[in-house]
């Protein structure tokens, strides 16, 4: 074995078991070995050892993995895919489980159906309505309009979310149109009337932390669709 390795070898001792055997195997490597493969195995190791010195960071134990690599690797030590597959009906099993966790559900009452037609309407408004927006002075004009099933989303979904937005502290109402509503946001704040322009329809919809809340009420039987 070269003085190289053997330093090597010293070095990342002081790791860890895992990284231990990792050196280990390196060391049992044929010495025509110790090009490319060897100095990508020494990067390896030395990230691993900053990791653990520099705590668990960016670089940590994950090598600065993003979200996905880390899921991918959650479901490579469980065995088990970790996502649902699709966005609603992640929603409507997540909701299912706090309904199952909470001894107080009133079963009686509750009403997935219902939640599942408000997530079709949220699909809807969100990815087949057409939006054209006007800029006001003092805020935005949105014509959201469409057809067949986008069309019964749009007239359940945009008027109903006006409350949400007045309780923000803007200005907001709608007006019907044949195709769809006419929603008009204001302010008298210019920042706010900046801030509204740069947010648009979609953002202008998303306002407020009911959602949440409101899916699970309304899984439960206790507050109708919007």
């Known amino acids: ?20 055997v990792t050196a280990f195997a390196v060391a049992q490597m ?7 493969h060897g100095q990508m195995m020494h990067g390896q190791m030395m990230g691993g050892q900053q990791g653990m010195h520099g705590g668990m960071g960016a670089q940590g134990m994950h090598g600065g993995m993003g979200a996905q690599g880390m899921m991918a690797q959650r479901a490579g030590l469980t065995g088990q895919p970790t996502m649902a597959g699709q966005d609603a009906f992640g929603t409507i099993q997540e909701i299912v489980q706090v309904l199952e966790a909470d001894p107080a559900t009133d079963w009686s009452k509750v009403n ?21 927006e006007r800029p006001l002075e003092n805020g935005i004009e949105i014509a959201v309009t469409g057809e067949g099933r986008t069309l019964t989303a749009i007239k359940r ?3 109903a979310h006006v409350r949400e937005l007045a309780g923000l502290g803007w200005n907001a109402k709608t007006e019907d149109l044949p195709n769809g509503v006419n929603l008009i946001v204001t302010s008298a704040d210019s920042a706010q009337v900046t801030k509204l322009k740069a947010l ?14 409101h899916h699970l009420a309304m899984a439960k039987g206790a507050w109708n669709m919007h």
Not at 1 to 20: E, H, R, T
Not at 30 to 36: K, N, T, V
């Open 1 to 20: 074995m070269s003085s190289f390795w053997k330093a090597g070898l010293a070095g990342v001792a002081i790791v860890g078991g895992v990284v231990a």
């Open 30 to 36: 044929a010495p025509g070995h110790h090009g490319m």
């Open 112 to 132: 997935i159906a219902a939640l599942r037609e408000h997530l079709i309407d949220m699909s809807e408004v969100t990815l087949h309505a057409v939006a054209t």
């Open 157 to 159: 979904m945009v008027p």
């Open 200 to 213: 648009g329809f979609m953002g202008v919809m998303v306002q407020g932390g009911h959602h949440q809340p």
